[in-house]
């Protein structure tokens, strides 16, 4: 991992890395060398990377079905993406009942940008979808340990096909080959999804009837309610919300002039608007955003300016997406602790003297 | 120079290096480590961002003129802007009449982000510009050799007080602390002005009512007629102009599809559109901008999706901007070798078999 910035992360194993709040300011893009980590599986070997124009994949339930290198993916198109990629688990640490995963709080996060192919490129190079197909399932390249279940362990993820148009198969982030770390030599791109739903060194890529009835899909990353356990009763963990945090000041410091900052994202919407309160939710006010607008996946940097006399303030903010909803003061909890966006606990407590 | 990574990057001299053509693809930011460097003058010792919040600034010609600090500044306000980076002499290389200086092709420009207070709330807060001011005229933080004459040496310039409203005085690039090379711990930014105007380091920013009298505003960076020495009766190097480039493919290949991707810019203006040539300018097509729009003083990636069969071809693109402006095939040249934008030379020739 030495091309992460030690200093600007929170290192929860070697597969789970959180970027601390402290980093992320104003910044519309967020830094490879600050950027979360978290895998589900072990990655493959770093070699995968080494030529990344190498690299194969299956594209499936077309008209002609056929592999195709990263090198071919290249001649048929290019699009490029501002996305917010966000672990389904983080803020898992906000909710108030107990769960087991990575008590992620608000850096299992990131706004990154993505190059690559359209998928619908490169399905109506094949053929195009063939008929009955509803879900697209991605499937990444992990090597299954050997006396386990694949489908207990491979990470196989079913996305419904009414997305199609807006994933990609990319091969750069942030300008660069995508690292393994983050699911070179080529990842699944599906905006405004949760992290899992992106898959990482995809091998396949399919036009599927139905989901896939790999564990991931089938019982986890599920909206149960407390003390069920997921199955496909329930929702999978597919959309983001809407969704802001504070991002400064985050120390007690000096009365006067300060500049409050933070993130808002809109997750599948864009981000419409955000608010920030002082005093835990009692007043609020509009708050303003920073730089340039990256789209509809991507987040905004906001600020409110403002004079703090001594004091103790909380400061929150709340967002709202275009499709009108608004982050909640708490979130319905589910089991095990996906899509915490709630403004309460994603405040601050700072003290001004 | 271990933060940049060498295998982007054409070495002219220690103070000059360039981005290679072939990393710029269809990237809206550049990264910090491919990031050309130039530099008029010595920098002063890293050991001034190491603190970047002890940075001080001299403000002049308001109402209330004192020294703050990068700190204080923080405080005012902020603000972020997308915005091509690029030296006065990039492409220098084109023009066909001799020129000293750096043979700049395309790489001497990047697309950086950068975050900062705007200097009109600095101004405002410290009383308002004086009156009779014309310029802002920023100061480096250069030391000065011993034995020289000051003038002939500080980097100093002057802008025209009409674009006030868009300077930042910014402590991030792309979402960090600017590095000593690229001017931190302060830079002062003029948004579509050409590099040398964005004063690296920069320790004094004063509201004039005339232009600097240094040797590198009076007679360096002048738009003098051929043969003629800079003085102050030819214009300024100061707004960019428009242009674009191809950035692949640049190397021969085989028939079949190809996405002809390059990198437009409107320079003071936004660019609106850009066409492609396949054969040195006798017919074009219209390329379709990649990726999201990050404001006027921002480049923006653009491809044409293309079968080509065996032959050689000449691939050039020429943009416009929002105010009808096109790029020329040939510019009018100017002594020194400022402001290249001809479509002609900027484009490549490739053998396809």
Do not use: I, K, S, T
């Given at each position: 991992m030495n091309f992460k910035d030690d200093g600007s992360l929170i290192v929860h194993s070697n597969n789970t890395l959180e970027t601390k709040r402290s980093v992320f300011g104003v910044q519309p893009i967020t830094a490879d060398n600050q950027l979360y980590i978290r895998n589900n599986v072990t990655p493959p070997s770093e070699s995968i990377v080494e030529n990344p124009d190498a690299w194969e994949v299956s594209i499936e339930g077309v008209g002609k079905p056929r592999s195709v290198t990263v090198g071919d993916l290249k001649t048929m198109g290019v699009e490029t993406v501002a996305m917010v990629l966000q672990c389904s688990g983080n803020g898992r640490a906000f909710f108030k009942h107990e769960t087991s995963g990575t008590q992620w709080r608000t850096g299992a996060a990131g706004c990154v940008i993505w190059t690559g192919v359209p998928l619908r490129t490169v399905v109506e190079n094949l053929g195009g979808v063939k008929g009955g197909a509803q879900f697209v399932t991605g499937t990444g390249g992990e090597k299954i340990p050997e006396g386990l279940n694949a489908s207990d362990v491979i990470v196989e993820r079913s996305v419904p096909l009414d997305v199609l148009d807006n994933i990609l198969l990319a091969w750069d982030m942030n300008g660069a080959p995508i690292p393994l770390a983050h699911g070179g030599p080529l990842r699944m791109i599906v905006p405004g999804f949760t992290g899992v739903n992106n898959i990482k060194y995809v091998k396949r890529v399919a036009m599927t009837e139905a989901e896939t009835d790999a564990l991931i899909q089938r019982q986890r990353y599920r909206l149960a309610p407390l003390g069920k356990k997921g199955s496909p009763e329930y929702p999978s963990v597919w959309q983001m919300e809407v969704k802001s945090w504070i991002t400064g000041p985050l120390e007690d410091s000096a009365a006067g002039m300060h500049q409050i900052t933070g993130l808002a994202m809109g997750g599948i919407n864009a981000v419409d608007n955000v608010e920030v309160s002082l005093d835990g939710g009692k007043t609020w006010e509009a708050a303003q955003f920073v730089g340039p607008?990256?789209?509809?996946?991507a987040w905004r940097p906001f600020v409110l300016s403002k004079k703090l006399a001594p004091g103790t303030y909380n400061i929150v903010s709340r967002a709202t997406d275009t499709e009108g909803n608004q982050q909640p003061e708490v979130p319905e909890p589910n089991q095990s602790g996906y899509n915490y966006n709630g403004w309460g606990a994603l405040g601050v407590d700072v003290k001004i003297s």
């Open positions: 607008d990256l789209g509809r996946y």
